[in-house]
Every structure is written in structure tokens, then in C-alpha cells.
């Protein structure tokens, strides 16, 4: 009767367990989704608006993300060198994005 109860434990329990999901598979469709959704970007000619006078040193990114949402807000801080003598400097955004404020550095130490 043990031996009956055992067996029948584990036939039964492969028949319940959790099926294995193929995790690669997922990953690889995730990341083909991504791809395909920036091919425009990565596929669009080196063409922008943004003015030539300045050389970007790095970007400083945070973000606050709800995914609940589909909802992403964030701040960007830019460090870079003047170039070339000029008054103002162009950067080339996204349309999508909301650009709420734009700060100088300067505008801090006053």
C-alpha cells in the first residue's frame, strides 16, 4: 500500500507541477520587440538639429518608472564644453517627450 501510494504521489505530481517555461525564447521576442520598435532610430540618417557648439561630456539619467501605467518621467542632466563662442546652444529632442524645464548651472550659483 506505500509503495502504491509513492508511486502514485509522483506520476501525479508531474501531472501538476508547474509547466517549464522556455525563458530564451521569451527573451529573444522581447528584445526582437525593442529592436523593432527603435529601427527608426536606428535605421534614421545622422540628420539633427541640434547646434554643433558644444561637445557632450556625458548624460546624467534619472528615471521614475510605473509600468502599471505605461507611464515614465525622468530628469536628464547634460555635462558639456563650449566649443566655439556662442550665446545659446541647440539640443535635438525627441517629439514624444515633454521637455518642462531647462536649467543652467548658472542660474544656480547667483
Same mark, same amino acid.
Do not use: G, M, W
Given at each position: 500500500m506505500k509503495i502504491f501510494f509513492l508511486t502514485c504521489l509522483l506520476i501525479f505530481s508531474? /501531472? $501538476?507541477?508547474?509547466?517549464?517555461?522556455n525563458y530564451v525564447d521569451k527573451v529573444t521576442e522581447i528584445s526582437l520587440a525593442?529592436?523593432?520598435?527603435?529601427?527608426? /532610430? $536606428?535605421?534614421?540618417?545622422n540628420v539633427t538639429s541640434a547646434s554643433e557648439?558644444?561637445?557632450?561630456k556625458?548624460?546624467?539619467r534619472e528615471w521614475e518608472m510605473d509600468p502599471a501605467v505605461r507611464f515614465i518621467k525622468g530628469k536628464v542632466t547634460v555635462?558639456?564644453?563650449i566649443t566655439s563662442s556662442a550665446n545659446?546652444?541647440?539640443?535635438d529632442l525627441m517629439s514624444p517627450?515633454?521637455?518642462d524645464s531647462?536649467?543652467?548651472?548658472?542660474d544656480y550659483q547667483k
Open positions: 508531474k /501531472v $501538476i507541477a508547474q509547466p517549464v517555461t525593442e529592436k523593432l520598435s527603435h529601427e527608426r /532610430v $536606428i535605421n534614421a540618417d557648439n558644444f561637445d557632450v556625458y548624460y546624467r555635462y558639456f564644453t545659446s546652444i541647440s539640443f517627450l515633454i521637455t531647462v536649467k543652467l548651472l548658472a
